[in-house]
């Protein structure tokens, strides 16, 4: 279905090369309007605050980076179109059942990013502050490592059960 709509602008794909997103400056990301608006400079009526819907940190931060960035070809654009009328659309109950599963999630992006930092060995680093921190609170430094790296693997599982469900309906289909 989007394939059809693409084929009328393929001589513009000829023009695109390989570059797959726009690079909008501070001026241009301004003059639209794009995160904030031109009267009070707030997000208030602006289109981040008119798209914004995400429940999660991560969810934000890729929200925003696609609109800072916004794709270039034709195909691309089509494709992302189409699958926001399909979760709109047929998915909307089980989309919006994975809204609510995953509003709930910690930011699993910085935690994993944490943990895989902690996980690193710093042996033979001298410059480095791990290697002369004395930490009293062992305890407490490794209780947290672990709290993060059950967080991480909670969030996973709550991320595998979003996509089984969402499977399972393509699979009705």
């Not at 992302?80 to 509003?103: C, N, P, T, Y």
Request: glycine share 4%.
């Amino acid at each position: 279905q989007w394939e059809d709509d693409v084929s009328a602008i393929q001589p513009a794909l000829a023009m695109s090369g390989d570059r797959k997103y726009m690079t909008l400056d501070e001026v241009t990301l301004s003059n639209l309007e794009v995160l904030v608006n031109s009267h009070d400079r707030t997000a208030q009526c602006s289109l981040w605050a008119f798209l914004n819907r995400t429940r999660t940190a991560f969810g934000r931060r890729l929200l925003r980076n696609w609109l800072c960035h916004p794709l270039y070809r034709p195909t691309d654009i089509a494709r992302r179109a189409f699958a926001v009328e399909e979760l709109e659309s047929d998915l909307s109950e089980e989309a919006q059942k994975a809204r609510d599963r995953m509003k709930g999630l910690p930011d699993l992006e910085r935690l994993l990013t944490r943990v895989h930092s902690n996980g690193l060995k710093r042996t033979g680093l001298t410059d480095h502050p791990d290697s002369r921190a004395v930490l009293f609170d062992v305890h407490i430094y490794n209780a947290r490592k672990i709290r993060d790296f059950a967080d991480v693997l909670s969030g996973f599982e709550t991320v595998i059960t979003v996509m089984e469900s969402f499977e399972t309906v393509m699979m009705m289909k």
